[in-house]
């Protein structure tokens, strides 16, 4: 993930706003809060700036996700030669989906909550859709975890390194 972030801070950190750029990354599925965190600290963009524009990209593209991917999907299999691709990402979401569908909403919260490759706010609402998960658990629990993700972030992109230079 950092060598995506520090491709999207080099190329593009001179063209538009830090914070333009660190909301895009948010925007973005496997980056989103996390990446957009990295690249603020990078791009050097003060805390309770970075905070709320990376959670707010982050949450942004969640409803659309949980509302309308089942039915994208569906058109999508109607083409022969994309069915195996749109399997194959099913597969995936539903592949770790294991403690969502045992704890649901805290087995959501947990998993885009913490930091872990293939986890976050995308890959949950895309599981919390796929499990058919109604709205009224995967929404705040989606909404909680991006805020679980958000702290451990911070703690790792901001907090850590202030400790660091005091010493």
């Known amino acids: 993930m950092d060598s995506i972030v520090h491709w999207f801070t080099d190329n593009l950190g ?6 333009l750029l660190i909301f895009i990354i948010s925007l973005m599925p496997i980056l989103e809060l996390r990446g957009g965190l ?8 003060s805390y309770f700036k970075a905070l709320p524009i990376c959670i707010l990209g ?17 058109l999508l299999k109607r083409w022969n030669w994309m069915r195996p691709k749109i399997e ?5 979401a539903l592949g770790k989906s294991d403690k969502i569908r045992k704890y649901e909403f805290l087995g959501l919260l947990l998993f885009v909550g913490i930091p872990l490759p293939g986890t976050g706010g995308w890959t949950g609402a895309l599981a ?33 390194p202030w400790i660091i230079k005091q010493f």
Not at 38 to 45: D, E, R, S, T, Y
Not at 88 to 92: A, G, P
Not at 138 to 159: C, D, E, F, K, R
């Open 128 to 160: 919390a859709s796929l499990l058919r998960i109604p709205l009224k658990k995967s929404v705040p629990a989606i909404a909680l975890g991006i805020l679980l993700a958000a702290a451990i972030m911070s703690t790792a992109t901001y907090l850590i």
């Open 38 to 45: 990295i690249a603020a600290a990078i791009l050097k963009v």
């Open 88 to 92: 194959k990402l099913e597969n995936k």
């Open 14 to 19: 001179g063209s538009i706003s830090r914070e």
């Open 58 to 74: 982050n949450i942004l593209p969640i409803p659309f996700i949980l509302l309308l991917i089942n039915k994208i999907f569906e």
